[in-house]
């Protein structure tokens, strides 16, 4: 790691506040979510033994980071990679100030989490109803049936709940999906109680333009701050995405170290952005988020020697020396 | 996400999907969902933007392997093909010096020459510009930077030596009606010297474009720029030179070469410097990427309606095409993707 003390001197100097201009008024700070150790590891094709997944989250604990995606309370049968999750839950580490959220499919995952001590559970409807299909074999509104279930005993439970919207730029099965649709599902997600709602571009196809579509729809029915954006880097657009998102008022946005995690839908591609790389972006815009970038670093150092793979992250790649 | 579906044959083809979100294939039109009177900055981006494909000579000068010249030739073809009307060939510069572009003389003429498409040459100095017109140039271009560190390190001599040798040919070329065509390096940061202040890139740039270049590229040779230090860098610039006249060459060495060509272009810069397959890697740290690809920047300038004249599909086999000779991976996200690996 001699040759990353070499990357400090830009992240230091990036560290310069910018006044706002005409490229827009950017958010003060920015609310990172980590979800390496969930969508990243679950994407990989190697599965990772419980200590590993427990190092890593403690790891991530130590950078900053405020919300670390921890686990899937789904059924070992659909998930191998998170067979684990009473184990990984109960094993990490709950550093003060940082959320662990897990997945939470149905009412069984939700009561599984909660008895494994999980403070915050997440759910996640798409904007595309083949997708849905496909994926969990139900119509949007029979997801959103099965999700109020989760929603009502969070509710009871006093538990936040983070809805996720897939495909919100695209799907790999209906391709182009209307931003009308993505302000639906979100609206009723989060008239539903979800306190925040995570838009993903599953397949990475989206651009700035069908991004700023897309938001503008759904920030005319859910305000700004509920919102989040998850941008897959499977097409090199996530940065230039998430820079939008920006300047129209998002300020959480959701990344996985070392851009851990492909994509599903096209073999050898990548998928979630590396939180190194948006780490880096944000600092030289002088946006405030908490991170420690070494540490980080570090974090993803680790996990891709256990995953014996290479990063994803172009500032690490540019940092270390091969 | 949620749990991966089984079915994934079902998946639509990347053709398909592409094709129908007008993401590849001819350029599109304006998107008519930007609805007029909408604050947001996209609503002010230019109708069109001219692509500086620099893959065949700042690319393959910075790949380890040295390509044959007729390999060189037939990218060169097939980028024409693609509809890039500006395709920077080669570089006529001591064969001692950069031996990978020793065959400047034939490159260039044997190249097809398509009408409307410029083919710009390096020329360091007059004896290079000699040469190159001799061999048949109608374009030429001169390196600065806005380092005095990185000059020396790479030309041995400083700003201000490299700015005479830099008249002598801009002057001549003049008198030719040669256009020449001016890149500042170093623009957000030197592998010397660190920061570079914005005045400095300034003050070189100006130097550039009063004595004769016609446009001035302003390269983030590390790839360190953010959008943070990229736009204040080009707002001093452009209080002295008119957007009209500027280009980016943004590496993408830390991933953020994409953001800052959309602020770029935010900001009223309408010609962009990108290598096919991301070709050059970078030579200040090793093993890291170097020029953004082209593939990269067209599909998300497709995606924001703006016209570049350049398919973006015959840019993709034509990496196809180089990487395969080159026997290495693209740097191309959108090859990837595309691409069965």
């Excluded at chain 1, 969930?38 to 890593?56: S, Y």
């Amino acid at each position: 790691m001699v040759a990353a003390k070499r990357a400090l001197p830009w992240l230091a100097a990036s560290l310069r506040p910018i006044s706002s201009t005409a490229a827009g008024s950017l958010p003060k700070q920015v609310k990172i979510v980590e979800v390496g150790p969930r969508d990243g590891l679950q994407n990989e094709k190697n599965i990772v033994p419980t200590q590993v997944k427990i190092r890593l989250i403690n790891m991530l604990s130590e950078t900053g980071l405020p919300v670390i995606e921890a686990t899937s309370f789904v059924s070992p049968k659909w998930v191998p990679q998170m067979a684990d999750h009473t184990e990984v839950l109960q094993g990490i580490q709950k550093f003060p100030g940082v959320s662990y959220p897990v997945l939470t499919p149905n009412l069984k995952g939700f009561q599984a989490a909660v008895a494994a001590g999980a403070k915050e559970v997440s759910i996640f409807g798409a904007a595309s109803e083949l997708f849905t299909k496909k994926n969990i074999n139900c119509s949007i509104e029979e997801s959103l049936q099965r999700f109020s279930e989760v929603m009502h005993a969070a509710g009871e439970a006093s538990i936040p709940v983070r809805g996720y919207v897939s495909c919100v730029l695209g799907c790999p099965y209906e391709g182009k999906i209307a931003p009308a649709k993505v302000a639906e599902v979100s609206k009723k997600m989060y008239s539903m109680g979800c306190y925040e709602i995570s838009l993903g571009d599953t397949i990475g196809v989206g651009t700035p333009g069908s991004m700023k579509e897309m938001l503008s729809a759904v920030m005319k029915e859910v305000p700004v701050r509920a919102l989040a954006v998850h941008c897959h880097d499977t097409y090199g657009q996530a940065l230039a995405n998430t820079l939008v998102a920006l300047q129209m008022g998002v300020s959480v946005v959701d990344s996985s170290v070392a851009g851990l995690g492909g994509c599903p839908y096209a073999q050898g591609a990548s998928g979630n952005v590396a939180t190194e790389d948006l780490l880096y972006m944000l600092h030289g815009l002088g946006i405030h988020t908490g991170v420690d970038p070494q540490k980080l670093m570090e974090a993803g150092v680790f996990i891709c020697k256990a995953l014996n793979r290479r990063t994803s992250s172009k500032v690490v790649q540019a940092s270390s020396r091969l | 996400m949620g749990t991966v579906p089984s079915a994934l044959k079902h998946c639509l083809s990347y053709q398909h999907l592409l094709k129908e979100q007008l993401w590849i294939g001819e350029p599109a039109a304006p998107s008519p969902a930007l609805h007029p009177g909408q604050e947001f900055q996209i609503s002010g981006l230019p109708d069109y933007v001219k692509i500086v494909e620099v893959g065949p000579r700042d690319g393959l000068q910075n790949e380890k392997v040295t390509v044959p010249t007729d390999i060189k030739v037939e990218l060169i073809n097939r980028l024409s093909k693609a509809g890039l009307s500006v395709i920077e060939a080669t570089s006529f510069v001591s064969s001692k010096w950069v031996p990978q572009m020793a065959d400047h003389t034939e490159v260039m003429r044997r190249i097809e020459r398509h009408p409307g498409v410029q083919y710009p040459v390096l020329t360091p100095n007059l004896q290079g510009f000699h040469s190159a017109i001799a061999a048949g140039a109608t374009e030429v271009s001169v390196f600065g930077a806005a380092s005095e560190s990185f000059n020396k390190m790479n030309i041995n001599c400083s700003i201000e030596e490299s700015i005479e040798k830099f008249e002598e040919v801009t002057k001549l070329a003049r008198n030719m009606n040669i256009p020449v065509r001016g890149y500042v390096s170093c623009a957000l940061g030197c592998p010397y010297e660190g920061n570079i202040i914005p005045a400095k890139v300034v003050e070189v740039s100006k130097q550039l474009y009063s004595m004769g270049c016609y446009e001035i590229s302003l390269g983030d040779t590390i790839g360190v720029g953010t959008p943070g230090s990229m736009k204040r860098m080009l707002e001093a610039v452009m209080k002295e030179i008119p957007v009209s006249a500027l280009a980016v060459l943004f590496h993408d060495t830390y991933g953020q070469a994409l953001a800052n060509i959309l602020t770029a272009i935010q900001m009223g810069v309408g010609v962009v410097d990108s290598a096919v397959a991301g070709l050059g890697g970078c030579p200040y740290a090793k093993g890291a990427t170097g020029n953004v690809a082209t593939e990269d920047v067209l599909y998300m300038l497709n995606g924001l309606g703006i016209n570049t004249g350049v398919n973006l599909y015959k840019v993709m086999e034509t990496g196809n095409f180089i990487c395969t000779a080159l026997n290495k991976k693209t740097n191309s996200k959108v090859a990837q993707a595309s691409f069965n690996v």
